[in-house]
């Protein structure tokens, strides 16, 4: 058999055995036992088909057809980046290139008293009972193929750590560029975002791609919010035609805790997005806002769960999607309400405007319900411009185009305005606005 | 300055209008009266060029040019306006926005250089004060949530930035209090000019005691009916329809 007809999955596999087999010591340490566990579970899942209910209209046969070349070292300057910065603040910007953590490109502006940044490699090699105590703790057994993939191979990505008592003033902003420009790259990039009783943090993850070959992300970050802690945390894929993007949030909340999400989708071949949040406290709220802009052939996938476990909490949530062309958007959200769950409010609302007939958008609301006392509501539309605004519109004289892109942005407006780390908002608010205007 | 002639449109293929011929000449106020389904809303709405209305005869010359080919924004670029019955509410979009987008669309097509910021604002606060329209109301998104009487305010002071040659108000006194009336009409009159019109579409004579028309016309069946100076109104006003109806039936 020639190495080219062996399949991404086998590829993958043998690919592990050889890199522990070089590890010497550490192949017997807690943290690399987790990764073996992983890989017995990404061995025995295997990548998910159309027959699986998590996947039915996310088909990833596309994606695993091609080979990758994971972890390759990608030679990136402020110069080739200077096209994909968001405009920068007084921020913690932190660079990694296909996967690997840059000090070069990345500063840090916040005190280590307020918060510790670092790669997760780097944190791994300082302390790494702490690392592990974090890593995988949330998304173990998760049934994901994808997620136990990036556990089996997590060697970078961000390991943030804010003690109790502190509020981060200056956002940080974790950039991650695929360099596609000669070859079909892959990374895996992890991130472990832990954020103390009482403490505040605001956090974007934004991804682009340099040059036109084949990207594929494979994204786990797993965020723990303490008691009484208020997280924001952003996700911002704005990447090249050829990307490929599976990614995966996974958050716990404790008591009396604040955690807002959102995910805007700007560019990409084929994205899915995991948002898996667990309300694993009394009287916490969770916010969850999305918006995607597939066009093309371009396919956007939201899953996203807010798991009630205790009770007097509240999770909302906002997706907005505009698709053109022969773009697919699907959107799965569930809620759970777990028997102890009491007075849950968890309200849910998918909105979506589909421009040419050839696109198509599937949503599905799953709300599973298991206390007596709560008050949960879910609504999704697909609709088209509403052309009793464009007439009004366009008879005080605004050309149709215009009025269709101030239309198509006021609908994204609710979105946008939630998104509270100021420079990234307004990057959003120039990128949307030009291409509404296409 | 507008010459209907002939016009004929249906919607959903049932003739509406069914031959209307109507001159304007500048400074001049017309005033279209009549009942309920005469169609004068519909006249209103194909002159503005809304999509669903079939022109199936007849033309439209205003200024010398044919519109009835032409998109509703070039309509509005030449100088037509359209205060509607029903304001169209649209989130996310604030009147501000809205008004310099359609300010400056306008001027594009007229090869003028958009307004600045500032020569922007100062002439909207200028218009705003015509119609007493509140600084908060323009920050907010357009008509959403407004009173009906704001909405029309609204109309007017949209009118009033834009400056048309020919206004043409659809029922704008429907659903307002004798004070907001008031205000708006004040409004109206204050941008009369020799060389503006305006067409008044009314189903009650009250918004023409503070708008005086210098022609009323009575639409009925998609057909102007019968025309006269203001007093037609009055006549209306007091005798209701039934005498029209009655006349137009005799004839046919």
């Known amino acids: 058999m020639s190495t080219e007809t062996i399949d991404l999955k086998t590829r993958l596999i043998t690919d592990f055995h050889a890199r522990e087999s070089v590890m010497n010591g550490e192949a017997s340490s807690e943290f690399h036992q987790k990764k073996r566990a992983a890989l017995a579970e990404f061995d025995r899942l295997g990548f998910p088909t159309i027959r699986h209910e998590e996947w039915k209209y996310s088909n990833v046969k596309d994606l695993i057809s091609a080979s990758y070349n994971f972890g390759a070292e990608g030679s990136v300057g402020f110069a080739e980046l200077e096209d994909l910065k968001i405009p920068e603040q007084d921020a913690n910007i932190v660079y990694f290139v296909n996967g690997h953590y840059s000090a070069e490109l990345s500063r840090f502006v916040s005190s280590q008293t307020e918060i510790t940044i670092s790669s997760l490699s780097e944190a791994y090699k300082k302390t790494p009972a702490l690392v592990t105590s974090y890593f995988d703790e949330l998304t173990k057994g998760g049934q994901d193929a994808f997620t136990a993939l990036n556990t089996a191979f997590a060697q970078d990505g961000i390991f943030i750590h804010v003690p109790d008592n502190q509020s981060v003033t200056h956002p940080v902003i974790l950039r991650f560029v695929s360099d596609a420009r000669v070859q079909n790259v892959g990374s895996q990039p992890r991130n472990i975002i832990a954020v103390g009783r009482n403490s505040s943090l605001k956090l974007a993850e934004a991804f682009r791609t340099l040059g036109t070959e084949r990207s594929f992300t494979n994204a786990v970050t797993e965020i723990y919010v303490g008691e009484d802690a208020n997280v924001e945390y952003y996700k911002v894929q704005n990447e090249s035609d050829n990307a490929y993007h599976i990614g995966t949030t996974q958050v716990r909340m404790s008591d009396r805790s604040h955690f807002y999400a959102g995910t805007v989708t700007l560019n990409g071949r084929f994205t899915r997005n995991n948002l898996n949040i667990v309300l694993d406290g009394e009287r916490c709220d969770a916010h969850m806002y999305g918006l995607y802009f597939p066009d093309g052939t371009q396919h956007v996938d939201n899953h996203t769960v807010a798991d009630h476990c205790k009770p007097n909490s509240e999770s909302n949530e906002l997706y907005k999607g505009i698709l053109r062309d022969r773009a697919k958007g699907v959107f799965n959200g569930k809620i759970f309400v777990r028997p102890d769950a009491q007075k849950t409010n968890a309200f849910q609302s998918c909105k979506n405007i589909v421009l040419s007939p050839d696109a198509t958008m599937n949503t599905k609301p799953q709300l599973e319900i298991f206390a007596d006392d709560v008050k949960c509501s879910h609504g999704t539309t697909t609709g088209q411009i509403d052309e009793e605004a464009l007439f009004y519109m366009r008879s005080r004289g605004i050309s149709r185009p215009e009025a269709m892109a101030l239309l198509m942005y006021a609908f994204c407006a609710d979105v946008v305005s939630q998104i509270k780390i100021d420079s990234i908002r307004e990057y959003l608010e120039g990128v949307i606005a030009k291409k509404l205007a296409s | ?252």
Do not use: C
Not at chain 2, 40 to 69: Q, W
Not at chain 2, 70 to 79: I, Y
């Open chain 2, 1 to 252: 300055m507008l010459s209907i002639n002939d016009l004929r449109a249906s919607v959903e293929g049932k003739e509406i209008l069914k031959g209307i011929n109507l001159e304007v000449k500048p400074g001049e106020v017309h005033a279209i009266m009549g009942p309920n389904g005469s169609g004068k809303s519909t006249l209103a709405s194909v002159l503005a060029g809304r999509e669903e209305y079939e022109v199936t005869g007849g033309n439209v010359i205003f200024d010398g040019k044919e519109i009835l080919e032409m998109a509703p924004e070039e309509r509005a670029a030449q100088g037509i306006f359209l205060a509607f019955q029903y304001p169209v509410e649209i989130p996310g979009v604030t009147t501000i926005n809205f008004l310099k987008t359609a300010v400056n669309e306008i001027r594009k097509y007229r090869g003028e250089s958009p307004l600045d910021a500032a020569q922007f604002l100062k002439m909207v606060r200028e218009k705003a004060k015509l119609v007493s329209m509140n600084d908060s109301l323009l920050k907010r998104a357009l008509n959403e949530g407004f009173s009906g009487g704001e909405k029309k305010r609204n109309e007017i002071f949209q009118m009033a930035v834009l400056e048309p040659k020919l206004a043409i108000l659809d029922e704008t006194d429907s659903g307002l209090d004798i004070d907001a009336l008031r205000i708006v009409a004040e409004g109206v009159n204050s941008l009369r000019s020799p060389d503006r019109a305006a067409i008044v579409v009314t189903h009650y004579q009250r918004l023409l005691d503070y708008i005086v028309p210098d022609f009323v016309h009575v639409l009925y069946k998609g057909r102007i009916v019968k025309s006269g100076p203001k007093e037609l109104a009055l006549e209306l006003e007091e005798k209701g329809y039934d005498w029209i109806k009655a006349e137009v039936e005799a004839v046919s």
